[in-house]
């Protein structure tokens, strides 16, 4: 695809003190029970249309970040508002009725919304996963009755990852055979977007030791308990809690393989990867941009530097010139990291998968360190007014550095010396 989506600044407004809607402890399921799917059909959008929608709710999402993050006032209507765009619809398959968008313009997406709120735009992560999942895996059924849901609105989170547990892929929750069927057992932590989702996908073992697969099962039903105790520095209003299974029945036709996914050439990892990069390239690009504006509108000048403005001073202009080049180089990063994975969709194979998760190895590790980079001179260029409490500029640094931690980039960077150096791919294991 050859059309470019550039980074378009979103610039954060002056924080307006309102009531704070939602308080921690309030009944966010009762809150998505009620508003979660619009009345209408979200509309089915062309790539122009998806990147423009994506930059319209970006923009209306920086109005209220600063007040959300300070408050942690969870995002239930900005995620109806997205629910309604068709923005979480547009990677379904056209041979069931979506839009079926490049990566390219996904990566844009994510990237736009993450400039105006990275909480909101991280929330969606594992339901574009999770969908790709399906394609990968879902029988012809479960993808008309899934992809079905994600038409009409509805939501998928996450409940994958677990606490405790030697290492982030030692996974100890079951499906073990019960009634005909099967039953869940577990606890998961780090579950970013079950707390407001529709369906939650549980990664767990098709018995005690056996292969992994995802069980599908909806937000309310019996067994099911999501408990918002995300207490994280940064990205506050994820709702990033735990889930805890107990009993859950799960019939058949709402199961589906995961371990068979990487049985072969795939971009299943490279995509859930490449949407973390375009997160935090987009905290970078917020920062930059609200530094910028606090520059000219706030900052004094030092008077050394012997001009009327902190905007004239060339070591700020130095500075916001380096901070340009490492943002600018990021989001190019992202974009080219976008046309590997679509470039590899469009012809599997180990040349082009491996191809596409070194693209989108140097996205993470360059955005990795621009959003944690940027965030910080931000304060350097802006000065001692800067640092007020009451601005709330330090999300930006909270946000991308808990974000950052997601995975480590210097297994992303070990994986392109290793290629560098004598051709080796990265392993084909999902890291989402």
Known sequence: MSTSYAAQPVVEQPVVEEPVLEERGTSVRTAVEERGTSASKPPVLTAEQAVCSAREIGTELAEGAARRDRDRELPVAELDRLSASGLLAITVPAEHGGADLPVEVVAEVFRALAQGDPSVAQIPHSHFVYVNALREQGTHEQQAFFFGEVLAGKRFGNAQSETGTKHVRDIRTTLTTYDGGYRLDGVKGYC?????????????????????????????????????????LGQRTTASGTVELEGVAVDHDRITPYHLTFEGPQTFGAFA?????????????????????????????????????????????????????QVRGTEALLAEAARAVDRAN?????????????????????????????????????????????????????????????????????????????GTLPPRHAQI
Not at 201 to 222: F, I, K, M, S, T
Not at 378 to 399: I, P
Request: aromatic fraction near 6%; charge should be negative.
């Open 192 to 232: 970013t977007g079950a707390q407001f989702a529709h369906w939650i996908p549980v990664l767990a073992h098709l018995g005690v030791d056996g292969p992994l697969h995802v069980a599908w099962v909806e937000r309310q039903a019996p067994g099911v308990t999501v408990t918002d105790n995300w207490d994280g």
């Open 273 to 325: 990867q490449l949407l973390h990069a375009a997160l935090d390239t987009g905290i970078a690009r917020a920062a930059l941009e609200d530094a910028a504006a606090f520059v000219r509108s706030k900052s004094r000048p030092y008077p050394d530097a012997g001009v009327e403005r902190a905007a004239d001073d060339p070591l700020i202009v130095h500075a916001f010139g380096e901070m340009e080049v």
């Open 346 to 422: 469009a012809d599997l194979n180990d040349t082009t998968t491996g191809a596409a998760s070194l693209a989108v190895a140097a996205a993470r590790a360059a955005s990795t360190a621009s959003s944690v980079d940027v965030a910080s001179r931000l304060f350097e260029v802006s000065g001692t007014r800067s640092a007020l409490a009451s601005l709330n500029l330090d999300r930006h640094w909270r946000n991308a550095r808990t974000h950052t931690l997601h995975d480590p980039a210097a297994w992303k960077v070990q994986h392109l010396g290793r290629h560098a150096v004598d």
